[in-house]
């Protein structure tokens, strides 16, 4: 017996015994990511970086591209089976930042997933509010499972995510040119911030 695997995620989610927290039975090799480790309770702490008490065990999910509101970002989820048969993913992502993973929220429900490296798209709302915010993955055997509970093998990681702005950050530009020359070029967006599905162009030239 290995004990329970908890969340981290900061208060007010649902973390702790007390809270009726997430927690899976720890199965040899069964988790996402590399490792897994026994918790006694869930540990809350500010940046969801508690459970990591032996090395950093919470390494099963990278997000791939930036998660713009009323768009489509992507994540990757690297599965462990060992010798146990394939569980599902469930994901949430509190886009509202209100410090609670509604139903609404759930990116990711009963997913089946592969051995390795599984590359995910998931919806991102109009109305994500910008700024940190939580993630909630749970990987395991157990259907239509919610944030919190028992489950009975598989793992629990919480992430904190950055919700961004939409669209280029343009920076204003200067040059000086000789008068009456031409063909000069002006690398005018060397300098901005560009996002992936944002259109972008040059307003005006003065």
Not at 74 to 91: A, H, K, W, Y
Not at 107 to 129: Q, R, S, W
Request: proline share 5%; charged share 20%; hydrophobic share 35%.
């Amino acid at each position: 017996d290995q004990g329970f695997d908890f969340g981290d995620a900061p208060a007010p989610y649902p973390t702790t015994l007390a809270q009726n927290g997430a927690s899976h039975g720890i199965v040899p090799d069964f988790h996402m990511g590399n490792s897994v480790d026994g918790d006694q309770n869930g540990r809350a702490t500010p940046f969801a970086g508690g459970d990591d008490n032996i090395g950093d065990d919470e390494d099963g999910v990278a997000l791939i591209t930036d998660i713009v509101p009323n768009s489509q970002a992507t994540v990757e989820i690297t599965i462990s089976n060992g010798q146990q048969s394939p569980g599902i993913l469930q994901g949430w992502i509190d886009f509202d930042s209100n410090g609670v993973w509604s139903s609404e929220e759930q990116i990711f429900k009963d997913l089946a997933v592969l051995e390795g490296v599984n590359t995910l798209n998931f919806d991102v709302p109009v109305h994500a509010v910008e700024g940190s915010t939580f993630a909630r993955f749970r990987y395991g055997y157990e259907r239509g499972i919610s944030v919190t509970g028992r489950t009975v093998a598989g793992e629990v990681e919480d992430y904190r995510f950055q919700i961004v702005r939409g669209g280029p950050e343009a920076i204003h530009d200067s040059y000086t040119v000789r008068r009456n020359s031409v063909d000069n070029s002006l690398p005018v967006l060397l300098n901005d911030q560009i996002r992936p599905n944002a259109e972008t162009q040059i307003d005006s030239v003065t």
